[in-house]
């Protein structure tokens, strides 16, 4: 045998890590962190167990690099639907909208891959387990600062809890999350995101002279 096509034949495969990446996360998001195997992986992802380390680390290390994938390509949206809304209800409204679509788009595995993900993950991942409570509060963070700046801008009532706000309607997305994963239809989740819509609190009425 030749030297060059012992060369050759030593060679790790050459593969796309865009695309392997892609096919860790949908594996993550299908199957949670946890009953995700590495066997599984490599067969997904096409390279062999020594390559996917070589190129992403191991599980969790490749886990936290798919979060951020997810969120960088759209998994994470609070802010950008929150944005140019002219009241803070409408800017929540949005996101509950929005997250009925997102959440049983068929292109995807349904719900949302950083909520499906937390609910399987044990103590001994402590780290995943921090990354994705971080990715939950950010949201919640987000979704708080705008309903503060509708206390400011006199369209939330000023008697209102900005943090009990955010938390209820951050509870609301992660429990749509779960019902797209159960099978609940999209018209199903606008009807829970309309139903918790009438938990806003309302403005005072104007005191008559």
């Not at 865009?18 to 096919?23: K, S």
Request: charged share 30%; proline share 4%; glycine share 6%.
């Amino acid at each position: 045998m030749e030297k060059s096509e012992a060369r050759a034949r030593g060679r790790p495969r050459s593969f796309d890590r865009e695309v392997a990446l892609d096919a860790a996360m949908r594996l993550f998001w299908e199957h949670g962190y946890e009953a995700t195997s590495l066997a599984q992986l490599t067969a997904a992802m096409g390279v062999s167990a020594p390559s996917l380390y070589a190129a992403f680390g191991d599980k969790e290390a490749l886990f936290l690099q798919v979060v951020d994938r997810y969120i960088a390509h759209g998994g994470d949206q609070t802010q950008a639907l929150m944005g140019d809304a002219k009241t803070a209800r409408e800017a929540v409204a949005r996101v509950l909208a929005e997250a009925a679509i997102r959440l049983t788009d068929p292109r995807y595995p349904r719900g949302c891959m950083v909520v499906l993900s937390a609910v399987s993950v044990s103590e001994e991942a402590a780290r995943v387990q921090s990354e994705l409570a971080r990715c939950r509060s950010s949201w919640e963070g987000e979704m708080k600062k705008r309903i503060e700046r509708g206390i400011l801008e006199g369209d939330v009532p000023s008697t209102a809890n900005p943090v009990a706000l955010a938390s209820f309607y951050t509870a609301v997305l992660q429990g749509m999350s779960l019902h797209a994963k159960d099978g609940a239809s999209r018209e199903r989740l606008k009807e829970v995101g309309e139903a918790a819509l009438m938990a806003w609190p309302p403005k005072p009425r104007a005191k008559r002279r």
